[in-house]
């Protein structure tokens, strides 16, 4: 219930104070605007330079032609590992 009523003298008091300062209130929304766009674009800035650096790190973390064929060869040596231990249960 406390919350309630300071909420509602908070809210008028708000209008109050914006009807009655409405002049300088368009000064400080005239002033923060543009602090607001060049701190959102330095942040978008800086995400995507980040992002940018991981699609580098990912392009030089790729798999190369002699590394794919050695993990040809270590699958075909697993499943012939494979076949000769199902002979030996077998057996």
Known sequence: MKTLIGGAVAAVLGVIGLAVWFT??????A???PI???LGGGLALYLGFDELKDTWKKDKD???EEETDDVEK???EISELKKEIESLKKA
């Open 24 to 29: 300088e209130f368009l000064q400080i929304l």
């Open 62 to 64: 790729s798999p190369k």
């Open 31 to 33: 002033g923060s605007v």
């Open 74 to 76: 270590y699958k075909q």
């Open 36 to 38: 607001m766009l060049l």
